[in-house]
């Protein structure tokens, strides 16, 4: 047991160290936060940071940007909230949750997340001598439509097509047996921040193909068609038919018309040659009708 002295000591150096823990502002920390949020577009998001290791973080300023320091997304500042310098863009849609604020939590809540709210934001501690901050990405996606999958049996080509999207979708082609095919040509379609895309592949005859619609953060939720059994043979349309039989008997007209005018021409042009060789005993008129073209060789 420590001598009598030296107790009030021991008391000062005990009572010293439970303010620095309770304060916690002369103790050095880092920031920690999950490296990204997904949410579907038009919701609510919500994103969480927290100082390393947990202390009180009521008098400390905790200050939620993007790009810049200012102008911020929300501030806390020692105990109150700063929207002075607030993005326009985030006016009336935020919010800080301070339930875990004395154990260095804090969460910041955006609603009715927008495409342009997407992207990294950075979560700043800041105490009397130390600061540090942490960073986290928001994702959001929007599931587009159920993709419409047709077969034009004229040309031979399965198509599949799906709007409202995001972010931009990729396709998957397999057949019965889900084994990956390999499509023809895909074409992706931006229109009013979301993406569309359409892609073709051959058709297999006698055999059932899915196309499978996804994007990479939600793999999971995938939105797919499943065609009818094609044909083994493929079979032309009456439609089709018609245009082919239209198309033959013009073909035909036109092959005849030209054959007989051939035929005229040739009978005309053997009588003038019959003509010259019958007036060959009268030279003056002969020479005529060489001069006028009207005799060959």
């Known amino acids: 047991m420590p001598p009598i002295m030296h107790q009030p000591l021991i008391q000062f150096i005990i009572t010293g160290l439970l303010w620095l ?33 947990e202390m009180n973080a009521e008098n400390m300023e905790i200050n939620w940007f993007r790009t810049s320091y200012i102008p911020y997304v929300h501030m806390y500042n020692r105990g109150a909230e700063d929207k002075s310098k607030q993005m326009a863009q985030f006016a009336n849609r935020t919010k800080l ?10 969460a910041l809540l955006i609603r009715k997340v927008t495409i342009k709210d997407l992207g990294k934001y950075y979560c700043y ?8 901050k942490a960073t986290v990405e928001l994702k959001g996606t929007v599931i587009g439509s159920v993709p419409n999958v047709s077969y034009t049996e004229l040309n031979g080509f399965v198509v599949c097509e799906s709007y409202g999207w ?9 057949d019965s047996a889900r084994n990956p095919l390999n499509s ?21 005859p006698g055999s059932n193909i899915t196309c499978t619609v996804t994007n990479y953060i939600t793999e999971s939720r995938q939105s797919s068609a499943l065609i009818p059994e094609i044909y083994t043979e493929i079979k032309p349309s009456p439609e089709s038919c018609n245009w082919y039989f239209y198309i033959i008997i013009i073909i035909s007209c036109v092959l005849i018309i030209c054959m007989v005018l051939l035929c005229i021409f040739y009978l005309w042009k053997k009588a003038q040659e019959r003509k010259c060789s019958a007036e060959t005993a009268l030279p003056p008129e002969n020479e005529i009708l060489w001069e006028r073209g009207l005799c060959g060789a």
């Not at 074409?187 to 359409?198: A, H, Q």
Request: charged share 15%.
């Open 125 to 132: 501690f800041e105490s009397d001598d130390h600061h540090g």
């Open 21 to 53: 823990g309770t304060s916690g502002q002369s103790v050095r920390f880092t920031v920690s936060s999950v490296s990204s949020v997904s949410v579907p577009i038009g919701s609510d998001a919500t994103l969480y940071c927290n100082r390393v290791p």
């Open 97 to 106: 949750l301070k339930q875990n604020i004395t154990r260095g939590g804090m």
């Open 166 to 174: 995001f972010p931009q979708p990729y396709v998957i082609w397999t």
């Open 184 to 204: 023809s040509w895909t074409e992706v379609l931006r229109e009013d921040d979301l993406f569309g895309v359409t892609s073709v592949i051959p058709v297999i």
